[in-house]
């Protein structure tokens, strides 16, 4: 590994690392705000809080399970990062719309998010299909 892709590789593995604790962050703000007076299961604003707050837990156990994977270099990281990757860009651009209808100051970390994750798919890509 050359000294190029060591940093992207250190960068990758703290990204994951705030990208699973940011997830949590926000999975903690949304329980303790009383935004789903009723039940999980019931719909609020045109979605289900359940899935929701499913959604979220599963992104931010994948990203900090991507994160430890790339600290430990086991044989799966980039295979495992790269469907972490796609499950983030999905979740955060999903994310978008309803921050851009609702609370527009969450638009930066989600758009950085978002350039972070497309800049990294070619490096993931080319890694995972080395290892293979």
Same mark, same amino acid.
């Given at each position: &590994?050359? +000294?190029?892709d060591?940093r992207i *590789?250190?960068?990758?593995?703290?990204f994951f690392?705030l @990208?699973?604790?940011?997830q949590? @962050?926000?999975?903690? #703000?949304?329980?303790?705000s009383n935004?789903?007076?009723?039940?999980?299961?019931e719909?609020?604003?045109?979605e289900? !809080?359940?899935l929701?707050i499913?959604?979220s837990v599963?992104?931010?156990f994948?990203?900090? @399970?991507?994160?430890?994977? &790339?600290?430990t270099? %086991?044989?799966?990281?980039y295979g495992?990062t790269?469907f %972490?990757s796609?499950l983030?860009? &999905?979740? *955060?651009?999903?994310?978008? #719309?309803k921050a851009i209808?609702?609370?527009?100051y969450?638009?930066i !970390? @989600? +758009?950085i +998010?978002?350039i972070v994750?497309?800049?990294?798919? !070619?490096?993931?890509?080319?890694?995972?299909y080395r %290892?293979a």
């Amino acid at each position: &590994m050359n +000294v190029k892709d060591r940093r992207i *590789h250190i960068f990758l593995q703290l990204f994951f690392l705030l @990208i699973g604790i940011f997830q949590l @962050i926000r999975l903690f #703000g949304f329980l303790q705000s009383n935004t789903f007076a009723g039940s999980l299961f019931e719909f609020q604003q045109n979605e289900l !809080p359940f899935l929701s707050i499913t959604a979220s837990v599963i992104a931010s156990f994948t990203a900090l @399970i991507s994160a430890f994977s &790339m600290w430990t270099r %086991t044989a799966w990281t980039y295979g495992f990062t790269l469907f %972490t990757s796609g499950l983030l860009f &999905m979740y *955060h651009l999903l994310s978008l #719309g309803k921050a851009i209808q609702q609370n527009s100051y969450e638009i930066i !970390p @989600i +758009v950085i +998010v978002l350039i972070v994750l497309l800049q990294s798919f !070619p490096f993931l890509l080319r890694k995972s299909y080395r %290892t293979a």
